[in-house]
C-alpha cells in the first residue's frame, strides 16, 4: 500500500511564540527607556554601578503616580476597558547591592516637585491665615448686624447681610489643601485623609517592604490588605469607618506603591502563598518587579552628576502632572473620565500581543499558580506602560502627532518591557516554586536547532534519554503542549499492512528561529 505523503498536512496559520519557557534572564536596555529620561537614567545607573532596572523601575513608578486618575487608556477600539496607568513596583536584591540609594535617587524629581509645592502650601497658608483674622472679625460684625437686623424686621438688610455672612464664612472654610505626591508609613486612615485631598493618587515609597507585607498578614489588619488591593486599578471605591473617627468615604482611591526586598523574604512570601490572605493577587499586583544580576566587573567611575539631563527629567515629570492640554484632543471617554486610544498600527500590534498571552495563559505550560497569576496581570501593564511612555513622549516632543493617540512606537517599549519583567518574574517564582515546563523549551531548542527534524517517530526522541524526554508519557505531555502552538501534528502513514505514527513539525519554524520564543 502507498505510504501517505508528508505534503498531506494542513497547518492553521505560522507557529505561535512561546511565552515565559526561556530561561534566559533579560535586562533593560538604554533603547528601552523614554527619551526624555533617557540619559538621566543611564547617568545614575552608570555612576552608581548599578543595573539599569534599580534606577528605571523606580523613575517609571514616579511617573505613573504623577500621571494617576488624571487619563487613562482604552485597549480596545470599541470597547469600554479602560487602564488607568498605576503601578506597583518591587526590586528584589541582597543587601548590599545598592538598590535604596539608586531609589532614593531615582525619586529624586518627585521630592523636588513635592518641595516647591510645599513651599508654595506654606506661602498660601501664611496669607490665609493672615486674611482670617480678619474674616472673623468682620464675622463677629455681621453677626451683631444681624442680630439687630432681624429683630428691627428689615427684611431687605437682613437677607443682604446672610448673603454677605455666607460669603465670609465660605472664605474661612476655603482654607488651602496641601498637595502631596508621596507618602511612606502612614496608617489606612491617615492616608486615606490624604487621599481625599488628593484624588489623582499617591506614591507610597518602602524602602524595605517586608514589614509592610506582615503587617498586612496579620489577623484583624483585613480591612487594611483590602484597601491597597482596591488603590491598585485606581478605580476601587472604599469608605473607612472608626469608631470616635469622622468616616472618610473615597469614590475612586489610586496608590502607586514602590519598595525593595531581599530575596530570601520574598521566598518565604511566595511560599506563603497558599494561604487564604496571601493568595488574594496582592504580591502580582507588583507588576514591575526585577531581580536583576549585578555584573560582577566593577569601575570607578567618579564624575559630576548631569544636571542637563537631570533637569530634562524633571521638566518631563512637571509637564505629566498637568495633561489638561490634551483635554481638547481626546474624544473618548468612560463616564466622564478620559482616555487615549491605540493609534491603527498599535492596535494590530497590541491584539497580536494579547493573543499569545491568553495562549499562554489557557495552556498548560505555567504550572506555578502564582507565576500564572502574575502573568495576568500584564493585561493592564502593557497597556499603561504605553500610556506613560506615550505622554513623555509629548513632553520630550518626540512623538508629536496630529491626534493624540498612542503609537507603535511607544506600545512596542512597553512590549519590550514586559519581555524583560515576564524573564524576572518566571526567576522569581522559580526559587521557590518548581516549574516544569522546562522540557518544552528544551525540546524546541533541538527542533530549532535542526536536532529533531521533521516526521521523527516519538521512541527516537524518549530512547536518547534527554532530561524530562526520557518516557513515552512524558514525551507525549511536552508534545501535546506544543501542538497546542501550532509546533507540531501528529500524523499516522501507512507502509503495506504497518501503520506508524510520526511527528510534523511546522515548515516555518526553521525560518523564525527563536524569534518563537
Known amino acids: 500500500m502507498k505510504s501517505t505523503s508528508y505534503y498531506d498536512v494542513r497547518w492553521e496559520g505560522p507557529p505561535k511564540r512561546i511565552m515565559g519557557l526561556s530561561d534566559e534572564l533579560c535586562s533593560l536596555s538604554s533603547s528601552d527607556l523614554p527619551h526624555a529620561l533617557r540619559p538621566w537614567i543611564v547617568d545614575i545607573a552608570e555612576r552608581m554601578q548599578v543595573p539599569l532596572e534599580f534606577v528605571a523601575i523606580p523613575a517609571i513608578v514616579a511617573a505613573s503616580s504623577l500621571i494617576g486618575r488624571q487619563i487613562g487608556v482604552f485597549p480596545k477600539q470599541k470597547d469600554d476597558w479602560l487602564v488607568i496607568a498605576n503601578l506597583w513596583g518591587m526590586i528584589v536584591a541582597h543587601p548590599g547591592w545598592m538598590k535604596s540609594p539608586a531609589m532614593n535617587e531615582a525619586l529624586r524629581p518627585i521630592e523636588i516637585i513635592q518641595q516647591e509645592l510645599s513651599e508654595n502650601y506654606r506661602a498660601q497658608r501664611k496669607i490665609f491665615d493672615e486674611q482670617l483674622i480678619a474674616h472673623n472679625i468682620k464675622l463677629d460684625g455681621l453677626k451683631e448686624e444681624l442680630k439687630k437686623s432681624i429683630k428691627q424686621r428689615k427684611f431687605e438688610t437682613t437677607k443682604e447681610l446672610k448673603a454677605n455672612l455666607e460669603e465670609v464664612l465660605r472664605s474661612i472654610n476655603n482654607s488651602p489643601k496641601e ?237 519590550s518591557w514586559e519581555k524583560v519583567l515576564r524573564s524576572h518574574a518566571k526567576k522569581i517564582y522559580s526559587e521557590s516554586v518548581k516549574i516544569e515546563y522546562s522540557p518544552v523549551f528544551s525540546l524546541a531548542n533541538k527542533i530549532i536547532f535542526g536536532h529533531v527534524t521533521d516526521g521523527f517517530k516519538p521512541r527516537t526522541i524518549y530512547r536518547k534519554g534527554w532530561s524530562g524526554l526520557e518516557t513515552a508519557s512524558k514525551l507525549e505531555k511536552v508534545l501535546k503542549l506544543l501542538k497546542e502552538l501550532n509546533w507540531v501534528q501528529k500524523q499516522k502513514i501507512e507502509n503495506g499492512s504497518v501503520i506508524s505514527e510520526i511527528v510534523r513539525i511546522h515548515p516555518r519554524i526553521k525560518e523564525l528561529g527563536h524569534e518563537l520564543l
Open 179 to 415: 498637595q502631596r505626591l508621596k507618602i511612606n508609613d502612614a496608617t489606612v486612615e491617615k492616608t486615606a485623609i490624604i487621599l481625599a485631598e488628593n484624588p489623582n493618587g499617591l506614591l507610597m515609597v518602602r524602602d524595605e517592604l517586608p514589614g509592610w507585607l506582615s503587617t498586612l498578614n496579620k489577623k484583624g489588619k483585613e480591612g487594611d490588605r483590602e484597601f491597597f488591593l482596591e488603590s491598585w486599578n485606581g478605580f476601587g471605591s472604599y469608605s473607612v469607618d472608626r469608631v470616635g473617627r469622622r468616616s472618610i468615604y473615597l469614590p475612586a482611591i489610586c496608590l502607586s506603591i514602590l519598595g525593595g526586598i531581599q530575596p530570601n523574604k520574598l521566598n518565604d512570601y511566595i511560599r506563603s502563598s497558599d494561604t487564604d490572605l496571601s493568595s488574594d493577587g496582592l504580591l502580582q499586583r507588583f507588576q514591575l518587579t526585577v531581580f536583576p544580576e549585578l555584573s560582577r566587573e566593577w569601575k570607578n567611575i567618579d564624575r559630576f552628576p548631569n544636571e542637563k539631563n537631570f533637569y530634562k527629567a524633571l521638566d518631563a515629570y512637571q509637564s505629566l502632572q498637568k495633561l489638561s492640554k490634551l483635554g481638547k484632543k481626546i474624544i473618548r471617554r468612560k463616564n466622564s473620565f478620559p482616555g487615549l486610544s491605540f493609534s491603527e498600527p498599535a492596535r494590530g500590534l497590541f491584539l497580536d500581543w494579547r493573543t499569545e498571552l491568553e495562549s499562554l495563559l489557557r495552556s498548560n505550560f505555567v504550572k506555578s499558580q502564582s507565576l500564572l497569576s502574575h502573568y495576568s496581570k500584564y493585561r493592564s501593564l502593557v497597556p499603561a506602560l504605553s500610556l506613560i511612555f506615550h505622554l513623555l513622549n509629548l513632553s520630550d516632543n518626540t512623538d508629536i502627532a496630529d491626534t493624540p493617540d498612542i503609537s507603535d512606537r511607544s506600545l512596542q517599549k512597553a512590549l
